[in-house]
C-alpha cells in the first residue's frame, strides 16, 4: 500500500525536478555558453514480491549538461584562427587606409615635389619658383615624417595592446586554476557522479576566452580540473596553479615586445611558440605587415634622398657654388646603429649611406631590412658577418683597417646562394682607435631603412642654394661639351644662373628606375607599397572572412547540441507538467484506495 | 537538426548585419563616385590609379612645359623678325651709300641713319623676356647678350655658352631659344674682314659700314681670339703657364707666365698679360684685351704684313682660353671704299642667311611643340580614360545594386520579425 505512495511520489519528485531544470533552461536560454541540462531519470531498484519484480517509481539519477568535447575543441581551435584571422585584418586594414588616405598618402606630395622641380628647369633664375620647390620639398618630407609618425602610432598601440593581451591571458590562466580547485572540490564531493554542470559551463568560457587570445592545448584531469599548455608543452595552468606570462623587450629594439613565460629558472622567451589567437595576429601583423611597409617607405625615403643629394651635390647653385646636400637625417648618426649591450668590445660602428655619386648602385642596393653586424674573424677575409634581418641571409666582408679605423667591403668568399653582390648601400666602419676593442661575437644593429621616413628632414632654406646648374661648359657652335686634358668635361667654375641642366636632371629622376636593383622608380616604389599592403589586407580579410565562417559552423554545431531551444523547452514544460499531474493524481488514487480499504473496515 | 532560440536570433542579427554593411559601403562608393576606397578592395587597381596619377601629373607637366617653350619660342621669332627688318634697311642705305654722286656730307647723313640700325639691333639682340631674362643669353641671361666695349666700340657677345632646353615630354627635349652668338655674332664671312675662323660679327658689319661712311679706311690689326668662356677666370695657384705671343713671326716674341696667379676674370688675365708685354717693352706690337666672356690677341699694327701668332710652351694657357698652338691671324689691308661696301653688302646678306637659319629652327621647334602637345594630350586623354575606368563607380550599376540590397535588407528584417512571432509558449 505504502509502496503506491511512494512510487507516486518519486514521480512527483522527478517531474518536479525536471521542471525546475527546464526553468534553468529557459531563464539561461541567453546565457554565453551555457549548456542546456537534462535530467537523467531512472528507474528504482524493484522490490522482489512473491509475484515477481514489482517496480518502484522512477528517480533522478543526475543532471547532465549536453556537452561534446570534440565540439568544444573545434569550438576553441576556430576561435583562436579567427581571433587571429581577426586581429591580423583589423590591423593591416589601419594600414591600408593610411596608404589610402589622400591627406596622408605620399602619391599626390610627390606629384608636386616633381612638378615644382620641374619648374625651376623651365624658369631657373625665378626666386618664386624656387621657393615653391623649397616648400614643396619641406611638405615632401614633413609627409613622410607624418606617415611614419602613423606608423609609429600603431606601433605603440598594437605594443600595449600585446601588454593588455598578455596580462588578460595572465588572468584568465589564473581564474582557470582557481577553478580548477573548485572543481575538484565539487566534484569530490558527489565521487565524480554527478557533475557541477555551471562551473563546467564556466570554465568551458574562460577556456573560450582564453583560446581567443592565444591556441591552447587543454587537457582534462580525472579530478575534473584541466591543464592548460602552450606551445610545446610549456604548462599555463596545471591543477590549482598558474604560470604568468610577461612581455620582453628585444636586445636590439625596445619597441619590439617579445613573449616571456616566467619560470623559476627565469624568463623564457616562448615567442617562437605562440600559435592562433589574437596575439599571434597582433605579432604577425608586425611582422608581415607594419615592419616591411615602415622598412619599404623608408627604402623609398633613403633612396630618393642619395639620388637626390648625389645628383644636387655634382649641380652648382645661384652663386655658382657646388650644391649642398638637399635633404638630411636628423639624429647624431645618418643610419641609426645600435649595439647589443652583451658586447664584449667597446668598438663604435658607424653606418652611413653610400655615396651615389661613388656608387652609382648604392640607391639600388639599398634594402628594406635591418642589418646585423657581427664580429667573426674567421680568416681568409672574413672578418665580419652581416645578416640580413628580414630573411636572415648572410653574407661575410672584410675588414681593412687604417690607423684603427675598420672599413668593410664585400668578402671574396661568400656563402652559397646568396642574392646580392654588394653592401646594402650603405658604408660601415668601426672605430677602433684610442685602445678600442672588439670581440669575436660582438654584435650591432644598423637600420638603414627602418627610421628613414622618420628622419628625414631638408638641408637648405635658402632657395639660391637649389643647384638647378650644372655649369659644364659647352662649345656653343658644335653644342657639344668642352673637354679638358683627361676627357673631363670642364665645369665653369661661376654662377650660369639659366642653366637648368641640372634640374631637368632631377627632375628626370621621376622617370629613372633607381630602387630595388634599378626595378622602381620612387613612385613605383611607393605604390608598390600601396599594393602590397593591399594584398596582404585583401588576403587578411579573406581569410578573416573564412575563419569567421569557419567559427560560425563550429558555434551552429555547439547551439545545436547545447542551446536551449525555447519551443523545445515549453514542450518539455508541458512534458512534465503532465507528469507532474498524472503523479499527482495517482497519489489522489492511492488516498481513494486507502480511503476504501479503511471504509472496507469500518 | 535542433536549432537553439539565441543562434536563431544570432543568425538573423548576423545576416542583417552583413546586409548592412554591404549597404554602407555601397552607399560610400555612391557618395564618393569612386570604386575603390582602401588598397585592399583591388590592391592591383590601387597601385595602377597611383602611377596612372603619376603618369597624368608628368605629362600635365610636360603641357605647361611646352607652353612656356612656346611662349619664348614665339618672341624668339618676333625678335628675329624685327632683326630682318633692320637689316634689309640696312642693305637699302649700303646700296644708296655704293653710289658715287654722293658726296661726304650726304654719306655722313646715311652714316648717322646706321649708327641709328645699329643700336636698335643691339637692342633687339638684347630683348627681354617676362621674367627680365635676356633671351638670346643663354644660360647666363641676367646679363645683356651684346654690350658695347668702351675700347674698341664693337658689339661683343657676353651671354652665357648654352643654350637651355626643357623637357617636353619623357624623352624629347627642346631649347627655348638661341645663343646670340651664334645668331648674330658667329656668321660665315668671306669678306677681308673676317676673323680667322672665317666669321664676322653682323655688328661689325654695320660698324664697318658706319665707319667707312665716316671716311674711315683704315687697315685692319691681326686678331686671334680664344673661343673659351672664361667669365669666371682661371686658376694656376699650382700650374706652370707659359707661352709666347709673336707678332710678326721671327721679330717680336713675348714670353708670357701665370704660373701660381689666380684670375677672377676675363679681364684679370688681360691685365696681368698687358702688364707683362708693358714690363718686356713688347705693348707696342703685341696687346690683349677681352671679348666678351673671351680673351683676344691683337697685333698692334695693321695691315697685311702685320701678324699676331700663339705658341704653347708650357702649361695648359691655349687650351684652356680655346687657342690653338701655333695660331696666326694676318691683319687686314686697307681697302677702298667700295670694296669695303661690297663686303659689307655681302655679309649682310649672311646675317640675314644666319636670321633666316635661326627662324626656321624656331619654327621647326614650334611645331614639334605643337606635335608633341597633341600627343601629349591624346595621352592624357586616354590615360584618364583608363584611370577613370580603374576607379570611378559605374553610377548604373551600383545604383541598382543599392536597390537590391535595400530589398535584401527589408526582406531580412521582416523575416526576423515574422520569425521571432512563432513561439509555443503564446499557445500555453
Known amino acids: ?602 | 537538426m535542433r536549432i537553439s532560440t539565441a543562434w536563431s536570433q544570432q543568425l538573423s542579427v548576423n545576416g542583417m548585419n552583413s546586409q548592412q554593411a554591404k549597404l554602407a559601403k555601397l552607399q560610400q562608393q555612391l557618395s564618393s563616385g569612386l570604386k575603390i576606397s582602401a588598397p585592399a578592395e583591388d590592391p592591383e587597381a590601387a597601385a595602377r590609379i597611383l602611377d596612372l596619377d603619376r603618369s597624368i601629373a608628368k605629362t600635365e607637366q610636360y603641357q605647361s612645359n611646352i607652353a612656356a617653350t612656346r611662349g619664348r619660342l614665339n618672341l624668339e621669332e618676333s625678335a628675329l623678325e624685327a632683326a630682318n627688318n633692320i637689316i634689309f634697311k640696312a642693305k637699302d642705305l649700303t646700296i644708296q651709300a655704293k653710289n658715287d654722286t654722293l658726296n661726304s656730307s650726304d654719306r655722313l647723313a646715311i652714316k648717322y641713319e646706321v649708327d641709328q640700325l645699329l643700336e636698335e639691333l643691339a637692342g633687339v639682340a638684347n630683348t627681354r623676356n617676362a621674367n627680365g631674362e635676356y633671351i638670346f643669353s643663354g644660360d647666363l641671361a641676367t646679363v645683356p647678350a651684346f654690350a658695347k666695349n668702351a675700347a674698341t666700340g664693337e658689339y661683343v657677345y657676353q651671354g652665357g655658352p648654352q643654350q637651355r632646353v626643357l623637357q617636353i615630354s619623357s624623352t624629347r627635349q627642346v631649347a627655348d631659344g638661341d645663343l646670340g652668338f651664334n645668331v648674330f655674332e658667329n656668321i660665315s664671312s668671306s669678306s677681308a674682314a673676317a676673323d680667322e675662323n672665317g666669321k664676322r660679327s653682323v655688328f661689325n658689319t654695320l660698324k664697318a659700314l658706319s665707319d667707312g661712311l665716316g671716311a674711315t679706311l683704315n687697315a685692319g690689326t691681326g686678331e686671334i681670339t680664344g673661343d673659351r668662356f672664361l667669365r669666371y677666370g682661371l686658376d694656376y695657384s699650382a700650374a706652370t703657364v707659359q707661352f709666347d705671343l709673336v707678332a710678326n713671326p721671327g721679330s717680336v716674341t713675348a714670353p708670357i707666365d701665370l704660373s701660381g696667379q689666380q684670375f677672377a676674370g676675363v679681364e684679370d688675365v688681360v691685365t696681368e698679360i698687358n702688364a707683362q708685354l708693358t714690363a718686356g717693352g713688347f705693348n707696342t706690337d703685341i696687346q690683349a684685351r677681352s671679348n666678351g666672356n673671351r680673351i683676344e690677341f691683337i697685333s698692334v699694327a695693321t695691315g697685311a704684313a702685320s701678324s699676331i701668332q700663339i705658341n704653347n710652351t708650357s702649361g695648359t694657357f691655349l687650351a684652356d682660353a680655346g687657342f690653338t698652338d701655333g695660331q696666326i691671324k694676318t691683319g687686314a689691308g686697307a681697302q677702298t671704299f667700295q670694296a669695303q661696301l661690297g663686303d659689307v653688302l655681302s655679309d649682310l646678306d649672311a646675317a640675314l642667311g644666319s636670321f633666316l637659319d635661326a627662324r626656321s629652327s624656331v619654327g621647326a621647334r614650334l611645331n614639334a611643340l605643337d606635335n608633341q602637345e597633341s600627343q601629349n594630350e591624346k595621352y592624357v586623354i586616354d590615360t584618364k580614360a583608363t584611370l577613370s575606368e580603374t576607379q570611378d563607380l559605374d553610377y548604373a550599376d551600383a545604383l541598382s545594386r543599392y536597390q537590391l540590397q535595400t530589398t535584401a535588407l527589408q526582406a531580412a528584417q521582416q523575416t526576423f520579425t515574422r520569425i521571432k512571432e512563432l513561439s509555443l509558449f503564446k499557445y500555453l
Open chain 1, 1 to 602: 500500500m505504502s509502496g503506491l505512495l511512494a512510487t507516486s511520489l518519486s514521480g512527483l519528485t522527478a517531474a518536479q525536478r525536471s521542471l525546475e531544470t527546464v526553468q534553468h533552461n529557459i531563464s539561461n536560454v541567453n546565457t554565453e555558453g551555457y549548456s542546456r541540462q537534462r535530467v537523467q531519470q531512472g528507474t528504482m531498484p524493484a522490490r522482489y514480491t512473491g509475484d515477481g519484480y514489482i517496480g518502484q517509481g522512477v528517480h533522478v539519477n543526475t543532471i547532465t549538461r549536453s556537452y561534446d568535447q570534440f565540439i568544444t575543441k573545434q569550438l576553441n581551435s576556430s576561435l583562436s584562427a579567427f581571433g587571429d584571422a581577426d586581429r591580423y585584418h583589423q590591423l593591416a586594414t589601419r594600414v591600408d587606409n593610411i596608404m589610402a588616405d589622400p591627406s596622408t598618402g605620399m602619391a599626390p606630395s610627390m606629384n608636386r615635389f616633381f612638378d615644382a622641380l620641374n619648374a625651376v628647369a623651365d624658369d631657373p633664375t625665378s626666386i618664386p619658383s624656387r621657393q615653391v620647390l623649397l616648400s614643396e620639398t619641406e611638405s615632401l618630407a614633413q609627409n613622410f615624417n607624418m606617415m611614419d609618425s602613423r606608423f609609429e602610432e600603431i606601433r605603440a598601440q598594437n605594443n600595449s595592446d600585446i601588454g593588455t593581451m598578455v596580462n588578460d591571458i595572465n588572468s584568465l590562466a589564473k581564474s582557470i586554476a582557481e577553478l580548477n580547485v573548485e572543481l575538484t572540490s565539487a566534484i569530490g564531493k558527489t565521487q565524480g557522479l554527478r557533475p557541477p554542470n555551471d562551473l563546467l559551463d564556466k570554465q568551458d568560457a574562460l577556456l573560450s576566452k582564453l583560446a581567443e587570445i592565444v591556441n591552447v592545448s587543454v587537457v582534462p584531469q580525472k579530478d575534473g580540473s584541466s591543464s592548460v599548455f602552450i606551445g610545446n608543452g610549456q604548462a599555463l595552468v596545471l591543477g590549482g596553479s598558474s604560470a604568468e606570462f610577461t612581455t620582453i623587450q628585444d636586445e636590439f629594439d625596445p619597441k619590439r615586445l617579445e613573449i616571456g613565460l616566467k619560470t623559476s629558472s627565469g624568463i623564457t622567451n616562448v615567442t617562437s611558440q605562440i600559435s592562433g589567437g589574437s596575439l599571434t595576429g597582433s605579432l604577425r601583423f608586425r611582422d608581415e605587415v607594419l615592419e616591411p611597409a615602415q622598412q619599404k617607405l623608408g627604402q623609398v625615403v633613403a633612396g630618393l634622398a642619395m639620388e637626390f643629394n648625389a645628383l644636387h651635390n655634382k649641380g652648382f647653385d645661384l652663386s655658382g657654388t657646388a650644391g649642398l646636400d638637399m635633404f638630411k637625417f636628423s639624429g647624431a648618426e645618418e643610419v641609426p646603429v645600435i649595439k647589443n649591450p652583451l658586447n664584449a668590445g667597446n668598438a663604435v660602428v658607424t653606418v652611413n649611406y653610400q655615396d651615389v655619386n661613388d656608387n652609382p648602385s648604392a640607391a639600388g642596393n639599398l634594402d628594406y631590412s635591418d642589418f646585423k653586424l657581427t664580429y667573426v674573424n674567421a680568416g681568409g677575409g672574413v672578418d665580419y658577418t652581416l645578416t640580413r634581418v628580414r630573411d636572415n641571409q648572410v653574407i661575410n666582408l672584410t675588414a681593412t683597417t687604417v690607423a684603427g679605423i675598420s672599413t668593410l667591403s664585400f668578402a671574396a668568399t661568400q656563402p652559397a646562394n646568396i642574392d646580392v653582390s654588394a653592401l646594402p648601400g650603405i658604408d660601415i666602419e668601426i672605430d677602433l682607435t684610442g685602445g678600442k676593442t672588439i670581440s669575436v661575437g660582438d654584435e650591432f644593429l644598423a637600420r638603414p631603412t627602418y627610421s628613414a621616413a622618420q628622419k628625414i628632414g631638408v638641408n637648405i632654406d635658402d632657395p639660391k642654394k637649389i643647384a638647378a646648374a650644372t655649369n659644364v661648359e659647352v662649345d656653343p657652335v658644335t653644342k657639344q661639351p668642352v673637354l679638358d686634358g683627361l676627357g673631363n668635361p670642364v665645369i665653369i667654375n661661376g654662377p650660369m644662373p639659366s642653366d637648368n641642366r641640372n634640374a631637368l636632371q632631377l627632375a628626370e629622376l621621376r622617370n629613372k628606375n633607381i630602387l630595388s636593383g634599378g626595378s622602381a622608380s620612387i613612385g613605383g616604389g611607393y605604390s608598390q607599397i600601396v599594393s602590397d599592403v593591399g594584398a596582404l589586407t585583401q588576403a587578411a580579410e579573406y581569410s578573416s572572412s573564412a575563419q569567421e565562417a569557419l567559427l560560425n559552423q563550429a558555434k551552429e554545431s555547439r547551439e545545436s547540441l547545447a542551446g536551449v531551444n525555447l519551443d523545445e523547452e515549453a514542450a518539455n514544460l508541458i512534458k512534465f507538467q503532465q507528469a507532474y499531474q498524472a503523479s499527482a493524481q495517482s497519489i489522489s488514487i492511492a488516498r481513494s484506495v486507502f480511503d476504501t480499504l479503511i471504509g472496507a473496515i469500518r
